[in-house]
């Protein structure tokens, strides 16, 4: 078998990478594991305008009947979203069964991450990334997407980690991978719904055009992994921080006691603490969305003039 058996990119996505255009990776798992049906395929749609608004080329991932597709059309985009949770959320640990077995999957930022890198795509952008889960030391839940940060070489724009996760854990384990963090026009790493976590990021880079050279910088010298980004949620869309800390609190106390780990936990919290808030979460998730594809489109643009 060979790998053009298994990855197809759009022929808008192939020939803006072949004359050097930017385009920005965007990931499925928010469309069917993320909001509920129409909000996910509205919210996705309203997504890629943004980075063709500002310039770029949007290329939405998922895998479509074992094939992993790069650059979705508005009808994959929409039958993701009314299958929903039918959809395997798949991670680099299952792309092989999913691929060989012809199935559809919704890819993860560690999928996206790889599934951008095979087709050439540097930049990506997500709403928040995994992490180190709270309890890890008690149940070694760890998220695959830091693994995929220290090996894949592809810069990664998000409101920071999730605020369900263990944030100071989170940024420890980068730091062993090597995997710099930058806040864009912040020196605090931001957590998810909130401005605010209480960490310090790595670095502070004001500019489109220093993030892109910092990016091209740790690519010329050999040093292979991605980058985080982290870019805060608006001002106007942010969360209480007690609030949100309540909420999440809650949340994270029903799924221990209903006994949910693995993959499921992330799914389970978001749509819990959306109940919690009466939506207010899921507003926020969506803007922050919005920003990083702003973001994202900007330092595209900055990386696709350095060549």
């Known amino acids: 078998m060979k790998l053009e058996q298994f990855l197809v990119v759009s022929p808008e996505v192939q020939q803006a990478i072949k004359e050097g255009k930017p385009v920005v990776a965007l990931e499925s798992t928010i469309i069917s594991h993320g909001m509920?049906?129409?909000?996910?395929?509205?919210?996705?749609?309203?997504?890629?305008?943004?980075?063709?608004?500002?310039?770029?080329?949007?290329?939405?991932?998922?895998?479509?009947?074992?094939?992993?597709?790069?650059?979705?059309?508005?009808?994959?985009?929409?039958?993701?979203?009314?299958?929903?949770?039918?959809?395997?959320?798949?991670?680099?640990?299952?792309?092989?069964?999913?691929?060989?077995?012809?199935k559809d999957g919704a890819t993860t930022v560690a999928t996206t991450m790889y599934a951008a890198s095979l087709a050439g795509i540097k930049?990506?952008?997500t709403g928040g990334i995994g992490g180190v889960h709270r309890n890890a030391q008690t149940t070694m839940d760890i998220s695959a997407d830091l693994d995929e940060f220290a090996m894949t070489n592809v810069l990664v724009v998000c409101a920071g980690c999730k605020s369900i996760l263990d944030i100071g854990l989170t940024l420890e384990y980068l730091e062993t991978k090597g995997v710099p963090v930058v806040g864009y026009q912040t020196e605090e790493l931001p957590a998810f719904y909130t401005t605010h976590s209480g960490f310090k990021v790595d670095y502070r880079l004001d500019t489109a055009s220093d993030i892109a050279k910092a990016f091209d910088a740790k690519m010329a010298l050999g040093l292979h992994g991605g980058m985080v980004v982290a870019n805060p949620i608006p001002q106007e869309y942010a969360m209480d921080l007690n609030y949100i800390t309540e909420n999440i609190e809650?949340?994270?106390?029903?799924?221990?006691?209903?006994?949910?780990?693995?993959?499921?936990?992330?799914?389970?919290?978001?749509?819990?603490?959306?109940?919690?808030?009466?939506?207010?979460?899921?507003?926020?998730?969506i803007q922050l969305v919005y920003n990083n594809a702003f973001v994202a489109s900007l330092i595209a643009i900055e990386l696709s003039k350095q060549g």
């Open 250 to 285: 809650a949340a994270v106390k029903e799924s221990v006691t209903l006994g949910i780990t693995g993959k499921e936990t992330t799914p389970f919290l978001l749509d819990k603490i959306q109940k919690l808030t009466a939506g207010k979460s899921l507003e926020a998730n």
């Open 123 to 125: 930049v990506f952008a």
């Open 36 to 102: 509920p049906y129409p909000k996910n395929v509205e919210t996705a749609l309203n997504v890629e305008k943004i980075v063709r608004k500002h310039g770029a080329i949007p290329a939405t991932i998922a895998i479509i009947k074992g094939k992993i597709t790069v650059g979705l059309s508005p009808e994959e985009i929409e039958y993701l979203g009314k299958e929903g949770l039918k959809v395997t959320k798949v991670s680099r640990r299952d792309l092989p069964v999913i691929c060989a077995l012809n």
